[in-house]
């Protein structure tokens, strides 16, 4: 099947469950001209994957024609610095100048962008569309913010993480993850890390329940950084968490 020229690797696509309603809505506004999305929300929300998961799919999306929507794909982490490596360009000013003489519609996505949007708002204005990531919402961007995954969703995400077929799940199944959902206040991240090693241990539903409940997590709020709670106190929450749940630990500072 045809796709764009890749300027850079597609991302990897990781197991993705749910989020159709964001999806759609960043597909919506992928396709209004000259402005830039931003995809906002607190640590661990799935900005990245929703991000992944809308490149992916762009790249293989065809016009009536049967040709790629996009002539030129870019998937870039941070900044422009693979670039000028790659070309061998000694500012970010040559690889925009490099980039706007492109022919054809062209797609950028870019995790965790500086906030500082002029240089991707430039980009638009030549027949890019931009959508990027940042914990905080960019000024002079279309913002999404990403908000908690819905409790059917989060019950999906939660037993493909834990090694079960969510289709297969029986009334007392269900009403049990929910609760521990619920307690992980359907946060993504949350639940992949509490699935994984629940499911490594092979710990019943009940003792996950039981584990949450005693310690009184609350995930969600040690990830919103930069709002509610300073850096010492996340850091010793982690580490907390680190203890109950070890693979926790690669999200300590």
Known sequence: ???????????????????????????????????????????????????????????????????????????????????????????????????????????????????????????????????VTSRERIKETIPYELQEVSIDDAIRIFALYNGVDPDSLNIYETEMISDITCRLLQHTRSLEITGKYAGHKGWSLQEINQALKENGLNIPRLADISRQLTDVKVKAMYEKLAVIFPVGAEMAF
């Open 1 to 131: 099947m045809s796709i764009p020229s890749l300027i850079t690797a597609a991302p990897t696509e990781d197991l993705f469950e749910g989020r159709r309603t964001d999806l759609d809505a960043i597909n919506t506004f992928a396709g209004i001209a000259n402005r830039v999305v931003c995809i906002s929300g607190v640590a661990g929300i799935g900005k990245t994957a929703l991000l992944k998961q809308f490149f992916n799919a762009a790249i293989r999306r065809l016009n009536i024609m049967g040709q790629p929507h996009y002539q030129y794909a870019l998937w870039l982490e941070n900044d422009f610095k693979v670039l000028m490596n790659k070309w061998q360009l000694s500012s970010v000013h040559d690889v925009l100048d490099k980039l706007i003489r492109m022919n054809g519609d062209k797609l950028l996505c870019m995790d965790n962008a500086p906030q500082d949007p002029a240089q991707l708002a430039y980009l638009t204005e030549h027949k890019w569309t931009v959508i």
